[in-house]
């Protein structure tokens, strides 16, 4: 069965990094598109960053720009999130979801096929 989880969630103070790893199982990570996804509570689901199912093209929404890098490595199949300079408004369930069509871009505005459980990211002294 197809599946994706997330893990490298936690407890961060603002400033520190953490990676998040979002690995699949299943199926050939390589062929689709990934995105990453954030939602804290009270809040819309905010999209945070998508990669090409090569990687070659990445997008990062406007809060993480120049903060966050998006990574795959296609061989283990699974995609990574790199957060640095963390800030308390990071604080969210932090999700990576699957897009097995229009693979060769990405777009945070596109619909997701497979998402994974999601991992708690708290940013506080």
Known sequence: QPQLVETGGGL???GGSLRLSCAASGFELRNYAIGWFRQA????REGVSC???SGGITNYGDAVKGRFTI???NNKNT???QMNNLKP??????YCAARGSLTVTCNLRFEYDLWGQGTQ?????
């Open 12 to 14: 961060v103070q603002p």
């Open 89 to 94: 408004e990071d604080t969210a369930v932090y």
């Open 121 to 125: 990211v708290t940013v506080s002294s």
């Open 51 to 53: 990669a090409s199912d």
């Open 71 to 73: 990574s795959r490595d």
């Open 79 to 81: 995609v990574y999130l």
């Open 41 to 44: 509570p009270g809040k819309e």
